[in-house]
C-alpha cells in the first residue's frame, strides 16, 4: 500500500504549544514565539512545525487574506480560476521565505488578498464568511494539490514540516510583527510529512494548535458531518477547530458554555452545583454530548480577539499559563514561558475543562 | 391419534448410586419427567417430557441427574435433518403452527463477534476507571439542535428526558408472558440501578406502580391495561409496533392464563384470550403513527418522552426516518434474535434481520438526513454481554435493552418452551406453584449483580479506548475494527478492516 496523506487516514501525534498575546494589542516580532517552541525542540521530531501570527498585515486588514500550499502549477492555475470566480483579488503573491537546509520539498506558497465577489455573495444568500468558509471547504475536499492555509483577515499560518524553529526561520518570522502568537511542533507517529498537515489548522480567523490525541474523534467528526463540516484532514485539529465554530459562531453560544461543551464537568460535579447551574449543565451535555472532546488535549485557540486556552477535562496533558504586565503566556511546558520571560507575575497550571481567556483589551468576547 | 413418530429430544440420565430417592425432581418438573415407584422404591423418568430446563439438575442434592441430548440419530442427509423431520412430525400430528419461545437460534452470523474493539497505546493514554472518573449516564429523548441560552440562562427547557444511570434497559416483557415475581424482580432492579423496567403489553399491576419512575409502559395494538393513569403511572410511553422475535406478527395471551391479577392489569375479563392484533388499527401509515405519538404526548401534557418500538425489517433506515419525523422521541430497534414469550417459529426463524446491521444503517440514515439529534436510538435482540453493548453504542446506540440476558440472569435455562406456561423456574409461567419459586428479591438482586458487573465491564473497555463519558462512543465507529467480514458487510457498517 502507498503512504498515505493526511486526509487518506487518520494520524495521531503529541506535540509542544505556545501562544502569547499582548492585551494592548501592541504589535510585536516573531522571535520570541520561536524562542519558546525552540526549547521544547524534544517534544517535536521535525515532522511539521507551524504558527499562527494576529494583526501582521495592517495595510489589508479589511480582505481576506488567504495562504495557500499547491503540490504544482496545474492546482494553482485551476484554484486561480476557482477564486477568481468568487474573489475580487487585490494582491496575489508568493510568500516570502529564506532558504533553510532542513526544509525540504516545499510546496508553491502563496497568499492572496481578496474580498468575495458582491453578486456571487448575493447569489449565494450566504454571509461573508460563511461563504469564505464554503470555498475554503470546497478547495480542500476537492481540487487535488492545493490546500488553504488560512483563510481570515489580518492574520495568517505559516506552517511546514521540519521543526518549529526551523519553519519560523524559513517564513522568516522576525520580518512579521503581531499581536497575538501561537506555535505549534509536531510529533506524528506516522507521516509521509505533508506540508498541510502541520499545525495550526485554521477557518477564517480561528487559529488553532493541539497537543493530544482525542479518542471522541469519530464521534465528533460525524456529529460535525450533519452540519456540514467535512473533516477532510481526519486530524483532531480540525474536528477542534470546527467544532468550535460551530458551537460559537453558528449556534452562537456563549465562550463558556461553548468551551464547557467542549470539555464538560463531570456528573458527580453537576450534581453539587446550585439548581440553576445544575440544569444549565444538565442541558449542555444532553445536547452536546456528541461535541464532548475526549481523551487527551491541550489546546491555544486563536482569533482577531484573543486568545483561550483549554485542557480535557481530566487533565491528561500539561498546559501552563503565565501573566506578566499586558503579556498572557500559554505553554505546553513552564521553561518554554520563562525561557523568554523569567520573571512572570503570575504562573499557573489550568485545571482540567477550566479555561484560560485572554482578550484584547476592551473586547467583550473572542 | 396415530402413533407419534416423535423420539425423544434429550434422555434423562439418573445415577441410581448417588439417587437418595428424595424425589425433589418428582416435584419440581413441571412437566411431569420425573416420577416416582412407591411400591419399587424407583424413581423413573420419561424422557419425551423433559424440556432440558436443569430444573432437576440443578436442584438435586446428590448431583445424581444429567441431561443429554438424545444420541438417537437419523440417517445422515444434509438437507433432511433431524429438525426439518422432526418438525415435519409435530405438524402432521397436529395441524398446527409451530410455536417457540425465546430469540432466533439458527446460526446465522454474530456480527457482535466479528467486530473488534479499540484501546490506546502510547499516543494517548488509557484511563483506568478505579483511580479516574468514568461516566456512563445516558439521557435518552429529543435534543434541539441548538441550545438558545440568553444571560446565562438556559431560553427554553429541554424536552422530557429518561435519565438512566447505566445504557442498558430491561425490554418489554408482559405480565403475562412473565410471572408477576419477575416483573417485580425487574422493577425493583430498575429501580435501584437508576436504569428502566418496561411492562410490556400487559398492564401496569397496581402493586408495581411505586417503580413508576423507572418504568416505560408500553401501548400496542391491543392497548391492554392503558388508560389515562396508566400513561401517566411511568416515565415514558413506548408505542409497540413490532418485535425482532415476530416482525409483523401479533401475540396472543390464551385465555387460561388470564387470572384475577392479569384480568385486571390488562382490564379485560378473568378467562378471555388477549389477542394483540399484528398492526394497530388505527395505524395503517406513517401520519397515523404521527397522531398516536402526539395524542400520548397531549394526553401525558408532553412530559414524558414518546418512545416507538419497532422490529428490524429490510427498510429499517427509511421506517426510521419517518418515526423520527413523526415525533418520536427514542426509538427502540429489535432485531431478529429478539426473545419472546412465544412466536410462531417460521417467523422467528426467518423474518427480520440481524440488529448490528439494522442499528448501523438507522444511525448512518439519520445522520446523512441530520436528524440524529432529534432521536435517541436503543437497540436490542440477542444482547449477550457488554462488550455487545459497547460496540452497539460505539456504532450509534444510545443504550440498549436486554431481555433474554435478564431472564437467563434469574434462572432461565433457554429450554425455549416459555409458551408452555410451565416454566420450572417461576419466569415464564403464571401458575402459582411454579411464581413462588422465583424470589424477587433474590431475583432483583442477581439482576442488579449483573448491570453492576457490565457496568464495571464497560468502564474498563472505555478506559482503555481513552474514553471517559459514554456519550464519546457514541457513533465512534473508528473504535471498531471487522474481521471476517466481506468489503460490503464493512461498508454497511460503516467500520474499517482489521489491520486498516
Given at each position: ?10 494520524i ?26 525552540a ?21 489589508y ?17 485551476t ?36 474580498l ?57 518570522l ?27 489548522f ?18 465528533n ?6 452540519y ?19 458551537l ?36 449542555i ?53 520563562r525561557?523568554i ?26 | ?18 439417587c ?5 425432581c ?14 419399587e ?35 445422515e ?20 403452527i ?15 463477534d ?35 441560552i440568553e ?10 428526558q429518561l435519565e ?9 416483557m ?59 403511572a ?9 418485535q ?23 382490564m ?5 384470550d ?6 394497530h ?42 418515526i ?14 429478539g ?42 435482540g ?119
Amino acid at each position: 500500500m502507498m503512504l498515505q496523506y493526511e486526509g487518506k487516514v487518520r494520524i495521531p501525534s503529541g506535540c509542544a504549544i505556545s501562544g502569547m498575546i499582548n492585551k494592548k494589542g501592541q504589535l510585536f516580532p516573531g522571535n520570541d514565539i520561536v524562542k519558546s517552541i525552540a526549547l521544547m525542540h524534544e517534544r517535536s521530531n521535525g515532522l511539521g512545525g507551524g504558527f499562527a501570527a494576529y494583526g501582521i498585515y495592517p495595510e489589508y486588514k479589511d480582505l481576506y487574506a488567504i495562504h495557500m500550499f499547491y503540490d504544482h502549477n496545474g492546482a494553482k492555475e485551476t484554484v486561480e480560476l476557482f477564486l477568481n470566480r468568487h474573489f475580487n483579488i487585490k494582491l496575489s503573491e508568493k510568500i516570502p521565505t529564506r532558504k533553510v537546509s532542513s526544509i525540504k520539498d516545499a510546496p508553491i506558497i502563496w497568499r492572496y488578498f481578496a474580498l468575495p465577489r458582491e453578486d456571487k455573495l448575493i447569489e449565494s444568500g450566504l454571509d461573508e464568511n460563511e461563504f469564505v468558509v464554503r470555498c475554503v471547504m470546497q478547495i480542500n475536499a476537492n481540487f487535488e494539490g492545493a490546500f488553504v492555509v488560512s483563510s481570515g483577515k489580518n492574520m495568517g499560518a505559516f506552517k511546514a514540516v521540519g521543526f518549529p524553529e526551523d519553519v519560523g526561520d524559513f517564513y522568516m518570522l522576525d520580518t512579521y510583527k503581531a499581536y497575538i502568537w501561537t506555535a505549534h511542533g509536531r510529533f506524528p507517529t506516522n507521516t509521509p510529512g505533508w506540508w498541510g498537515g502541520a499545525h495550526p489548522f485554521t477557518l477564517l480567523d480561528w487559529s488553532v494548535v493541539h497537543n493530544g490525541e482525542i479518542s471522541s474523534y469519530d464521534a465528533n467528526k460525524r456529529w460535525l458531518k450533519m452540519y456540514g463540516y467535512k473533516c477532510t484532514l481526519q486530524t483532531d485539529t480540525e474536528v477542534i477547530t470546527y467544532m468550535f465554530d460551530l458551537l460559537y459562531r453558528k449556534h452562537r453560544l456563549p465562550l463558556e458554555i461553548a468551551l464547557t461543551a467542549m470539555a464538560a464537568p463531570l456528573w458527580d460535579e453537576i450534581e453539587r452545583m446550585d439548581r440553576k447551574k445544575r440544569e444549565l449543565m444538565k442541558s449542555i451535555r444532553a445536547v452536546y454530548g456528541s461535541a464532548l472532546i475526549n481523551g487527551p488535549f491541550s489546546i491555544i485557540l486563536g482569533s482577531k480577539n484573543g486568545i483561550v486556552a483549554l485542557n480535557d477535562r481530566i487533565k491528561l496533558r500539561s498546559l501552563v499559563a503565565a501573566v506578566k504586565d499586558d503579556f498572557v503566556y500559554i505553554a505546553s511546558e513552564e521553561s518554554a514561558i520563562r525561557v523568554i520571560c523569567p520573571k512572570p507575575d503570575r504562573v499557573w497550571a489550568p485545571m482540567g475543562g477550566e479555561p484560560v481567556i485572554a482578550l484584547l483589551e476592551g473586547v467583550e468576547s473572542i | 391419534m396415530s402413533l407419534s413418530f416423535l423420539t425423544p429430544e434429550f434422555i434423562i440420565e439418573r445415577n441410581d448410586e448417588r439417587c437418595i430417592r428424595c424425589q425433589v425432581c418428582v416435584r419440581q418438573c413441571a412437566n411431569l419427567a420425573h416420577t416416582y415407584d412407591t411400591e419399587e422404591d424407583w424413581v423413573l423418568a420419561d424422557d419425551s417430557k423433559c424440556v432440558n430446563c436443569h430444573r432437576c439438575v440443578t436442584l438435586c442434592p446428590t448431583r445424581a441427574l444429567t441431561i443429554r441430548r438424545n444420541p438417537l440419530e437419523f440417517k445422515e442427509n444434509a438437507n433432511w435433518t433431524a429438525t426439518a423431520i422432526r418438525e415435519i412430525y409435530k405438524q402432521a400430528e397436529t395441524g398446527g403452527i409451530l410455536l417457540t419461545g425465546m430469540g432466533n437460534d439458527k446460526p446465522y452470523p454474530v456480527y457482535w463477534d466479528r467486530m473488534l474493539l479499540n484501546a490506546s497505546q502510547v499516543t494517548n493514554p488509557s484511563i483506568d476507571p478505579l483511580r479516574e472518573p468514568m461516566e456512563l449516564k445516558t439521557l435518552l429523548g429529543r435534543k434541539p439542535e441548538v441550545l438558545q441560552i440568553e444571560n446565562g440562562k438556559i431560553k427554553e427547557k429541554l424536552p422530557p428526558q429518561l435519565e438512566l444511570e447505566i445504557p442498558i434497559m430491561f425490554s418489554a416483557m408482559s405480565f403475562g408472558s412473565i410471572s408477576f415475581n419477575a416483573c417485580q424482580a425487574l422493577a425493583m432492579a430498575a429501580s435501584e440501578t437508576g436504569t428502566m423496567y418496561n411492562t410490556g403489553e400487559g398492564g401496569f399491576h397496581k402493586d408495581l406502580r411505586k417503580y413508576g419512575k423507572n418504568t416505560i409502559v408500553q401501548v400496542a395494538s391491543g392497548r391492554f391495561g392503558v388508560d389515562a393513569d396508566y400513561l401517566e403511572a411511568g416515565a415514558a410511553i413506548e408505542i409497540k409496533i413490532g418485535q425482532g422475535a415476530k416482525p409483523g406478527i401479533g401475540g396472543h395471551l390464551p385465555g387460561e392464563k388470564v387470572m384475577a391479577e392479569i384480568s385486571q392489569t390488562r382490564m379485560i375479563p378473568v378467562g378471555s384470550d388477549a389477542l394483540s392484533p399484528a398492526p394497530h388499527h388505527d395505524i395503517y401509515s406513517i401520519e397515523d403513527l404521527r397522531q398516536l405519538i402526539y395524542s400520548l404526548k397531549e394526553a401525558t401534557d408532553y412530559r414524558k418522552p414518546v418512545s416507538v418500538k419497532i422490529a428490524a425489517v429490510h427498510n429499517v433506515a427509511a421506517i426510521c426516518s419517518g418515526i423520527a419525523r413523526a415525533g418520536a422521541d427514542i426509538i427502540a430497534i429489535d432485531g431478529f434474535r429478539g426473545g419472546t414469550g412465544a412466536a410462531p417459529l417460521r417467523i422467528r426463524d426467518n423474518v427480520g434481520i440481524p440488529i448490528e446491521f439494522a442499528l448501523a444503517a438507522v444511525d448512518t440514515r439519520l445522520r446523512e438526513e441530520g436528524i440524529r439529534s432529534q432521536v435517541s436510538l436503543v437497540c436490542s435482540g440477542g444482547i449477550r454481554n457488554s462488550a455487545d453493548i459497547i460496540k452497539a453504542i460505539a456504532l450509534g446506540a444510545d443504550a440498549v435493552y436486554i431481555g433474554q440476558a435478564a431472564l437467563i440472569a434469574i434462572g432461565c435455562h433457554m429450554c425455549q418452551k416459555c409458551y408452555s406456561g410451565k416454566c420450572n423456574w417461576g419466569i415464564a409461567t403464571q401458575d402459582p406453584n411454579l411464581v413462588k419459586r422465583l424470589d424477587p428479591e433474590i431475583a432483583a438482586q442477581r439482576l442488579k449483580n449483573l448491570l453492576n458487573a457490565w457496568a464495571h465491564e464497560m468502564k474498563e473497555m472505555l478506559g482503555g479506548m481513552g474514553i471517559n463519558a459514554i456519550e464519546s462512543l457514541k457513533g465512534n465507529r473508528l473504535m471498531l475494527r471487522g474481521t471476517g467480514l466481506t468489503s460490503r458487510e464493512l461498508d454497511i457498517l460503516g467500520i474499517k478492516a482489521a489491520g486498516e
